[in-house]
């Protein structure tokens, strides 16, 4: 998503026109982490097809009950749903989503270029994760194996019985 050195966030979003699928040792790890997952409510064009990676350069990897995080606990890679219409709305998809909150992103493409902002809803309205706007580019072809690299290996819901927010981080406030 991020193509420029000044981001804060950097990372890959995959877009495909069908379901990611997802190997069967990483089932378990998407399957939880995936924002798709409780957007059945939503009206996107392409459930599961997305999938992300992000990262914060300069920081070293941190997870939170085995999962890869950035920013107080935001999810680093998972699946998600996305959308695209060529009238004003543009390219809508979630990083984050659950019952009560979520955080997604509205974008523009253009010429291999997307521009966009964040924000968060529900519980998360407020929320921004220190993440304001996205500015991305084409690379080629969908490619998810990139998403399942990032992703741990094997990862089980045991991995969370200990989970807490680092204070490495948590986002300070302004």
Known sequence: MGDSAAAVIRGLLVL???RIVVPDSQRE???YT???SWATDLPFDHPEAGCFALREPGRPAVR???RPVVREGLIA?????????????????ELYRSPDASFGVDAQISRGRLVGIASGGGELYKADFGVRYVVGKRIGDPQP???????PGRWTRDS???????DSLRV???
């Open 160 to 166: 969370l019985a200990s989970v807490r927010i680092p």
């Open 16 to 18: 495909d026109s069908v």
């Open 172 to 174: 300070k406030e302004r």
């Open 145 to 151: 194996v990139r998403c399942f690299a990032a992703a």
């Open 64 to 66: 939170m009950g085995g």
């Open 77 to 93: 890679v998972g699946l998600n749903n996305w959308r695209y219409r060529q009238d004003s709305t543009g390219l809508a998809f």
């Open 34 to 36: 995936s924002a798709a």
């Open 29 to 31: 790890y998407f399957a």
